[in-house]
């Protein structure tokens, strides 16, 4: 019998155990991709049961499916535009009536339904027992109980997944949720768009109504789009809308999610009984000490400290492992390219090799990504992120802020590693403009993954003893100074504007498993790779035109060609009496020899740590390939000794021409010439040309710094890693520099993508050139305080950390004390627990 394929769907709220379900099912065989026109992501599997083929597409957790959030609009709009075969939507048993929210708007969209009642130990443990009979007969849906972190319920889910399949489940005329007072109004609406419709929608119309009546921005597309005389239905809803706010004193949107609450609040008391009361559970004991007002910060600060601990200075140990795989990579291409002269490289040689080190000097840092993205997860898996997010929100309220900032902030990158963009997109949840608008304007001030490379690569080069300290106060200085300018903002610009309050729900802790840790730490580092391998390739080879034109014109080219001919003729002058000389009689043979002398070396350095078998059938191969050029890299005796003797000089002294040539290429290309423009003004932040060419690649990625001072700073063909390179051509440089370097990139402006995201959010093109021009002013005052300030007080770069630290939280504690824009809010930690989410 043939495999017969389908396509089902999880949906579920943040905190149900979805992922674990999508895991548990696929056993971990899974694709990760960005929803199109979106930057959340979702992950697709597949599993094979009963002769079938399923292929699982994991959405994007989300509270409901209205037009407020991205997560929201990608869950929905999948269901809408795929048309999956089944929608499984993933519960929390331990809280049931908010997880039925979601799954009456499922229903009402028509999808085809099956219920997975998840984390049913965890509501044994509250002493709750959800009596899944009842429920699937209240809800007229099957409902398969089941532990995902233990495995528990696989099997039942897979057959409940294909008897639901077979079943052919429809749910379109399937009334759960009774709207009452508002009910005649969505028939009569449904009738409406019936007659009015074009072709058959994709959509039920009366989930159509609702969402007209929620005043949902894609409903009304929909409308726009779909229906004849759009205008009538606008017009009509909003007279009934303005109609039953005059006759109830509520709007049509408050009165849905009432009666919703209702209808969740009577399932819940007919399917769920209490067993025994659970006074203090585990995780109100820990809460009491995790979440106090003293020791919440306090721990807060010691797990920032030990994950950058962890993660930057473990991490950077293991990057010790990555340079020989990255210049095996790098030697392999190289074998492929053509040689050139001894003063010129072809076009397509330079370009390549550049662009191979570009990348190479960001994926050095692969070990370093892979251990802080594992222990994220942890965090998140334990359940501590909320729980900073609560300890956050104390402190934001005092800037004009409150707690829905504080997702956006983690998003891009409270303290570090992750991106402005749905940092920025995330913002759409928060109510009142004030709070969104400040939180969209400071969030690319966080430490998006972007910056980190350039942060580790001068860690690693001027704090290499107090690596943690430096990580731990750049981490978390972004977050002091966001909050200052969010007040400033607030007392400002943004002065006239509401606030209102939230809620923030705090899921139990969970114990994470040793596979979903690891699953999304290698998820998360290869979506980072991808980005690196599309964003920099494209970077570096416009850094690399803009590096190298206008070329170094002919007159001066003749000059360098006349001391690489003095070079080579001293060369060949010293071994002329020994054996080898004939076979570097021609240009071509000189430089063809200096091409595989550094392979061979760079080859052998590779296999250091390697077996001695290894090393044997190396030198045996490569003296196969190279049979006429072999004996002289192992030459004895004293001709020997005179050809090595002479070879070196003459490398080192080609490395020094070379490298005067590259200099006087780099001064007078496009990208020089604008670095030595504006170092007169950079000079007092202590950057130079070259700097300032990493600063300007670095607008459209971030991650092109780094990759661009690979670039700067080229290796004399002796195999250093660029924090090698960088140390030996900077002698200048101090720590004071690199302190001053990395609080301008703190408060870098935001890339392109980002700048985007914030004019469509901000709405308009005056927010984005606010979030372009504030962050350069600001970054560059204070990387100038810095660097002058520190030089004329004579402070080392520890010793200016500290003081600027010292300033920086003096000064964002004293605007905390203005009044003005504090958010009025009686949020405290026994009303936050368990809480629906406001925006629900």
Sequence with gaps: MGHEKMHVALAGQPNSGKSTIFNMLTGGRQFVANYPGATVSIKTGAFSWQEKKISLTDLPGTYSLSSYSEEERITRDFIIDQSPSLVVNVMDASNLKRHLYLTFQLL??????????????VAEKRGLKVDADALSKTLHLPVITTVGSKGRGKNELKDGVIKAFDSNLDHEHLHIVDYGDLESYITDLSAKLLQSQIEESKV???WLSIKLFEEDEVAQKLVSSNFKNPEDVRNYVSKICSEFERKYDDTPRGFIAFRRHLAAQKIEKRC??????VSVTLTDRIDRLVCSRIWGPLILAGIIYLLYELSIVGGYELTNYMVPLLEGFRNAIEKFLPIGTFLREPLIRSLVLNVITSINSVLIYIPIFLILFALIAILEDVGYMPRMAFILDKLFRRFGLHGQSTLPLILGGVFVGGCAVPGVMATRVIADEKARLATILIVPLMNCLAKVPLYTLLISIYFAK???LAMFFISTITIILALSVAKILTLTLLKNRPSSPFVLEMPPYHIPT???????????????VRKVLTIIMIVAVAVFFLTNYPSVGEERINTYQKRAEQIKNVFTSKIQNTPFASQFKRDKDITRYLVIEERYKNQKRALFKASDERREKFEQRFAERYSDVYPLLNAKGKDGRALN????????????????????????????MAGKFLE?????????????VALLSSLAAKESSVATLGVLYQQKEDGQTLAQRMKEQEKGFTPLHALALMIF??????????????????????WAFIALGYPILLGMTLATLVYSGGTWLGLSGTQGMFVFYAIALVTAFLLGKVKGSVVETDIDEKTLKGKEVANL
Excluded: Q
């Excluded at 769920?272 to 009361?277: A, F, L, Q, R, S």
């Design 514 to 528: 040793i596979r979903g840790v690891l699953m999304r730490s290698i998820e998360r580092t290869w979506l980072f």
């Design 108 to 121: 009402e969209l028509g999808a085809p339904l099956l219920i997975a009642l998840n984390m049913v130990d």
């Design 645 to 672: 003797k002479a070879f070196k000089v003459m490398k080192r002294e080609r490395a020094l021409l070379l490298m005067d040539l590259r200099d006087e290429t780099l001064h007078g290309s496009f990208l020089g």
């Design 204 to 206: 039920p119309l009366r």
């Design 745 to 766: 990139m703190a408060m870098y402006p935001p890339c392109i993508a980002t700048l985007i995201m914030v004019k469509i959010e901000a709405g308009g093109w005056k």
């Design 466 to 468: 107090e690596k943690a």
């Design 680 to 692: 007169p003004v950079t000079r007092f932040a202590g950057f130079n040309w070259k700097v300032n």
């Design 272 to 277: 769920v009984v209490k067993t025994k009361e």
